[in-house]
């Protein structure tokens, strides 16, 4: 029978809302143990469910792939896993997020290799609770039993874990189950409530299309809600694919909401089986990270080493990735992966060492995601760069997240993306804003309306890059007065956003450290300096016009004496707005030059004769390009009055500023 033979019908359903939280808690459980200790047939004589369901597990009786029943009458979900050595990493991806094991040992051989295994993964992925069925008990004495379970206990120490309780079954006489049965119902009832969070996390293990209904995912729903209509995310290796939740169902009841933590098959609208793979995670509104680096805590497994850089395999609910493995101080490390993957801070994840088939690696350790979109680590040379991203891990490690987010904020180069911390660090979505208003993250500024954060130690650094960048352009243009205002401010708004960099600036500006002027941004010393230098300029340029006198001098006369253009430029405007040169048509001239000329011209009007332009020529020794110029600027200023009589065309007498 498909499980998912009434997908069809779920348009009929209406989204009830009234009854939110109203539905019981569910309960996932999921089997463990080593290969034919009975995992499947006690699944199988509670649930009646074959969960060796493929035609290859039923001839070779093994489980190859996770199995899914439920507890009759009851909302208690079991994942039936593999136990052979090679299908470690599907025991992985079923036991992640579930809320306890059902740990199978058969009473007539005892605590195995992947019965120690299982056991080491179940405490890795911090599953505390295990009930112990010792199986095929009919086939053993009471005494065997007893060793039995001593040996489990003993096993179950070994990993810090003890067994709820233990109970002697057979699948085959139906010993025991009933008291099996009972003990799954009472730990379920005692469950704690999971907590309502804005996340919706599905971690998707298995992909196939139903015909007519389109592709369906199931998976464990470790985190949230999901509900019909509802879009979702999906984010994996593949980068983010969107779809609609078209229909949803646990063990093969439609349902219009489902509340973590449940088994669920979700139909997904407007995506195709191609678009899916195992290892996928499904969320609504708020993202996990993708990501190809993660900060982890870090536990190995008794006797096991590893070298730093060590290659790896890295498991993170249903999905793996080949990674390289770096320390990061005791009991932390850098998980590089050759491929990224979606992740979430506070997610469980377990290591096996790297196997060119990468199904033999054997488990090395394990531990939480404390960072999942890490930055790169410092150099081992830069140890202080070091021991602060250790100090971060820590403070996530000892859930003091809010001194972790002060501490990220001041090491991240930019203002950093909360949303995207709050993935990173797995917290509830809004946490920082909401910390930042109860004044729990002092000294944090958000930029960028409000969606980025930083710290005045991060906007400091903006400030330098800031005044580094003006220094660069002064080194690189030193004859111009600075670097402009908007280049600078693009190129910081390119890097932190705008609202970043207008606090940057602000900041420099405010300390002194640059000075604007015009829309151009100079550090003082340059400003003085240019000041400076540009006074010499200035003399420079004034000394050479008064050796021209009425000569005067085109700007080209200064290029060709070695000086830059816009030096000569910066020079001449300098003497003009200080009165010391002016410029007419063409040439420039010294005010001193222009008032030897009045002199003269005052002197031939008082001997009471009018002025020609060859007059003026002659008196003043200069040629037509100077004399029309000179002429025109006397007549505007009312020195000289244009005769502008037929007869007396190019005649000038005495003007108003004489007559006085
Ligand atoms: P799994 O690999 O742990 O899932 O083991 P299975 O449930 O597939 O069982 C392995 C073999 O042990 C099968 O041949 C089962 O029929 C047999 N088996 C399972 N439970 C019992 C039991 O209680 N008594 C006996 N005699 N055999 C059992
Ligand atoms: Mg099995």
């Known amino acids: 029978m498909c499980p998912l033979d009434t997908l069809d019908t779920l348009d009929t359903h209406t989204l009830d809302t009234s009854d939110a939280g109203a539905s019981p808690r569910r309960a996932v459980f999921a089997t463990a143990g080593h290969v034919d200790h009975g995992k499947t047939a006690l699944i199988r004589a509670l649930t009646g469910v074959d969960t060796d369901r493929l035609p290859e597990e039923k001839r070779r009786g093994i489980t190859l792939e996770l199995g899914f029943a439920e507890l009759p009458g009851t909302p208690i979900s079991f994942i039936d896993v593999p136990g052979h050595r090679r299908l470690v990493h599907a025991m992985i991806a079923g036991a992640s997020g579930v809320d306890a094991l059902v740990l199978a040992v058969a009473a007539g051989e005892g605590v195995m290799p992947q019965t120690r295994e299982h056991l080491h993964v179940a405490a890795l992925l911090g599953i505390r609770r295990v009930l112990v069925a010792l199986t095929k008990a009919e086939l ?180 793996r990735a080949a990674a390289r493995l ?6 932390f490390a850098q998980l590089v992966l050759h491929e990224p993957l979606a992740a979430l801070g506070g997610l469980a994840f377990v290591v096996r060492g790297f196997s060119p088939n990468r199904e033999h690696g054997a488990v090395l350790g394990g531990g939480r995601i404390l960072d999942a979109d890490a930055p790169p680590l410092p150099r081992p040379r830069d140890t202080a760069g070091r021991s602060r991203r250790v100090h971060a891990v820590e403070l996530c490690r000892d859930g003091r997240q809010d001194d972790a987010v002060l501490a990220m904020l001041d090491e991240a180069p930019r203002p950093v993306d909360g949303a995207a911390l709050e993935s990173r660090l797995g917290l509830e979505p809004g946490t920082i804003a909401e910390w930042s208003r109860r004044d729990a993250l002092p000294g944090v500024v958000s930029v960028d309306a409000g969606s980025c954060w930083t710290t005045a130690r991060g906007l400091e650094r903006l400030a330098e890059l800031a005044t580094a960048r003006v220094e660069a352009h002064q080194a690189s243009a030193p004859h111009e007065r600075g670097a402009s205002l908007e280049t600078i401010r693009s190129a910081l708004a390119e890097r932190c956003g705008r609202d970043a960099a207008d606090a940057a600036l602000h900041r420099a500006l405010a300390g002194g450290r640059l000075r604007v002027e015009k829309g151009v941004l100079s550090t003082p010393e340059f400003a003085e300096r240019e000041h400076a230098a540009s006074d010499q300029a200035a003399l420079a340029a004034l000394a050479a016009l ?54 003269a011209i005052r002197a031939h009007f008082e001997r009471g004769l009018p002025l020609s332009v060859a007059d003026f020529k002659a008196l003043c020794r200069v040629s037509r390009k100077q004399a029309i110029p000179l002429l025109e600027q006397l007549d505007r200023e009312g020195t000289t009055l244009r005769d502008r009589s037929e007869q007396g065309r190019d005649i000038r007498l005495a003007g108003p500023l004489l007559r006085e």
């Open 140 to 319: 053993v004495d009471d005494e065997t039993l007893a060793l039995a379970e001593a040996d489990v206990r003993e096993a179950l120490s070994a990993v810090q874990l003890s067994a709820v309780s233990v109970h002697r079954t057979s699948a085959r006489t139906g010993r025991g189950m009933e008291e099996l049965r009972s003990a799954v119902v009472s730990l379920a009832e005692t469950l704690p409530d999971p907590g309502r969070t804005a996340r919706t996390l599905l971690p998707v293990d298995r992909v196939f299309n139903v015909q007519g209904a389109g592709v369906v995912v199931t998976g464990t729903l470790v985190h949230g809600r999901l509900r019909v209509g509802q879009p979702v995310r999906v984010l994996g290796r593949r980068g983010p694919r969107t779809g609609v939740c078209r229909g949803l169902e646990i063990h093969g009841r439609a349902t219009a909401q489902a509340d973590a933590p449940a088994r669920v098959a979700v139909n997904i609208a407007r995506l195709e089986r191609d678009d899916l793979e195992r290892g996928d995670i499904v969320s609504g509104e708020h993202a996990p990270c993708v990501s190809r680096r993660l900060d982890v805590s870090l536990q190995l497994l008794p006797g096991v080493t590893v070298k730093d850089d060590q290659p790896a395999v890295v498991h993170v609910g249903a999905a």
């Open 326 to 331: 770096l320390m990061l101080g005791s009991g």
């Open 546 to 599: 008064e050796r021209a006198a009425l000569q005067g001098m085109g700007e080209d006369a200064f290029v060709a004496s070695g000086t830059p253009l816009t030096v000569v430029r910066a020079a001449l405007a300098r003497l003009a707005t200080s009165g010391r040169a002016r410029r007419l048509g063409a040439l420039w001239f010294a005010e001193g030059a222009i008032e030897e000329a009045r002199v």
